[in-house]
């Protein structure tokens, strides 16, 4: 089954988009997406995403599920970060390590909207409230890699004062990701099912042809990064790939514990084994700027992501539908 699932995704547009980016980048080609239409593009889907998962949320409600479940994200947002800073410590710089770790503590909101598009073309549904279990998971690891820099990694004599606290909550909290993601989600809830019919023939119809286009330029951005990761070393490239299957097995043991359905089951583990690329960049070039975005960005981008959306995903959706059949 998992097999099948394998070869389905390989095939699809949003993936064979994903891959056309990397060959075209292998080859040298001039093909490239300027960064205000990428920009334009991941604003889409980020809206597109959040109407949808308002609209769903308005006809569920809230219930004990729910709360369990936003409850597992908020605790592998802040366990991930503190159980990956003491493993990468054993190679990495206490500011690298710090950084790696709230990059894997962190989430991929690309990888979740391509997770959300392979549920669709399996015709498998699931909650509006895992759109808020994303935006939930985004921050607090940033906040705890900073913390545990300043704890566990710096001298003693050095002054904690000098980190921008402010600007730090700021970019970690209400980035532009953030904001947006949150405030078409509660668009979406308040306006309720009527609203999303108004907004369908733009959030839904042209959702996966703006998503290939997206992932094509994705393609081209983590081609370019690869010969860097693989030159990190065995233990970066080894971490990239090992840590997101360990993150994605504790999260479908949430899941199971919590009693989510498949759907949302897989929506919650691709968000444990994913890693921020976005958000966390920004955010440690401020609070941790002796941490190297060279490695921290490059093993997101370049070894997780991938991993995730052409391997990760229709093996975790395995995994679940054998163990929820």
């Known amino acids: 089954m998992t097999w099948q ?12 988009f994903f891959l056309l980016g990397i060959f075209a980048a292998l080859v040298r080609s001039d093909l490239e997406i300027p960064q205000p239409i990428a920009k334009l593009l991941s604003y889409y889907l980020l809206v597109a995403i959040g109407l949808k998962g308002g609209a769903e949320l308005n006809q569920s409600g809230f219930n004990i599920q729910i709360v369990l479940a936003l409850g597992a994200a908020m605790f592998m947002a802040a ?27 962190s989430v991929s909101a690309v990888t979740f909207i391509t997770a959300a598009a392979y549920l669709q073309q399996l015709g498998m549904s699931y909650g509006g409230h895992m759109i808020a279990a994303m935006a939930l998971m985004e921050s607090p690891a940033i906040v705890i890699g900073v913390l545990l820099f300043h704890w566990l990694g710096k001298p003693e004599n050095d002054d904690p004062e ?6 730090l909550f700021r970019d970690s909290f209400f980035n532009g990701s953030v904001v947006l993601l949150i405030g078409s989600l509660l668009i979406g809830l308040v306006s309720g099912e009527r609203g999303w019919t108004e907004v369908a023939p733009f959030a839904d119809d042209l959702f996966k042809g703006v998503l290939c286009l997206f992932l094509l330029d994705m393609g081209i951005v983590a ?4 010969k860097d990761a693989i030159g990190g070393g065995l233990f ?22 919590v ?23 920004a955010a440690m070039r401020l609070a941790v700027p002796d941490a190297s975005p060279s490695i921290y960005l490059t093993m997101s981008l370049a070894l997780t992501f991938p991993f995730n959306i052409v391997l990760g995903i229709p093996l975790y959706h395995g995994v679940i539908t054998w163990l929820w059949s």
């Open 5 to 16: 699932l394998l070869a389905n995704n390989f095939l699809s547009p949003p993936i064979l």
């Open 79 to 105: 366990a991930v970060p503190v159980y990956t800073y003491f493993i990468l410590r054993v190679r990495l710089s206490a500011a690298d390590a710090a950084a790696v770790a709230a990059t894997y503590g």
């Open 162 to 167: 000098g980190t921008p606290w402010k600007d």
């Open 223 to 226: 081609a370019r990064r690869l």
């Open 236 to 257: 970066l490239v080894g971490f990239a790939v090992l840590i997101p299957l360990v993150n994605a097995a504790v999260g479908i043991g949430l899941a199971m514990l």
């Open 259 to 281: 009693g989510m359905p498949a759907g949302d089951a897989l929506l919650f583990t691709v968000l444990c084994a994913s890693a921020s690329y976005i958000a966390v960049p």
